[in-house]
Structure formats: C-alpha cells, structure tokens
C-alpha cells in the first residue's frame, strides 16, 4: 500500500530515505488522479523492499505542494538522494511509471 506522505513527514519518508522515492501528488476532486491511484497502489506492492511509493494530498498538505511547484496533478515526482530525478505530470500508463522508477534502482 502506498504511504501517506504529509506535510509533517515528507523530509523523513522522502528526502531522507536510502531508496529511490514515488510521490503521487493528487487530491479527491481530480479524475485523472483517480485514475492514476490504483496504478501508485499496484507500484507500491510491486516495489516493496526496493523503493518508497507514497501519496500526497494536495488540499491537506499545501507547504510541499508549493514547496515544488505543483500546480497540476496529478504530478508524480521521483526523488533519489533527496533530490528529484524525474517526473510525470497528467496520467499515464502504468509501464511508464515502472520504466522511471526502475530506472532509479
């Protein structure tokens, strides 16, 4: 299951962890967004043990949605070292996705 990232824990899930990191930018009201979620759901259980897929709630968490600039969702961002290594902005297939986040192990 993918984790909840927060406002309150993102440095210590995301920007500290020793593996690669998907974070799902989304929010209730958005289609797209409901579109992406069962596949961030699946890539979570697929990466399990080698990378950290997470979701965040804009409308709960707006300090890290404006920290990077998310204005459209859903934005995937991949963070590796703290850092951000790649990103997808509206909704894409699954491969996609998986090709990115492999590409970070």
């Known amino acids: 299951m993918a984790l909840v ?3 309150a824990n993102f440095d210590e899930v995301v920007l500290k962890s020793d593996k690669p990191v998907l ?3 989304w929010a209730e009201w ?3 967004c409901r579109m992406v979620g069962p596949v961030v759901e699946e ?3 697929e990466f399990e043990g080698k990378a950290v ?3 965040v ?6 300090e890290i949605s404006m920290k990077f600039g998310i204005r459209n969702i859903p934005a995937l961002l991949f963070f590796k070292g703290g850092e951000i290594v790649d ?3 509206g909704a894409v297939p699954k491969s996609v ?3 990115k986040l492999n590409a970070q192990l």
Not at 57 to 62: F, G, K, R, Y
Request: charged share 25%; net charge negative.
């Open 5 to 7: 990232i927060t406002d």
């Open 23 to 25: 974070v799902d930018f």
């Open 30 to 32: 958005c289609g797209p």
């Open 43 to 45: 890539l979570a259980k």
């Open 53 to 55: 897929v997470g979701k």
């Open 57 to 62: 709630d804009v409308d709960s968490n707006p």
């Open 87 to 89: 990103k997808q902005i």
């Open 97 to 99: 996705l998986a090709q």
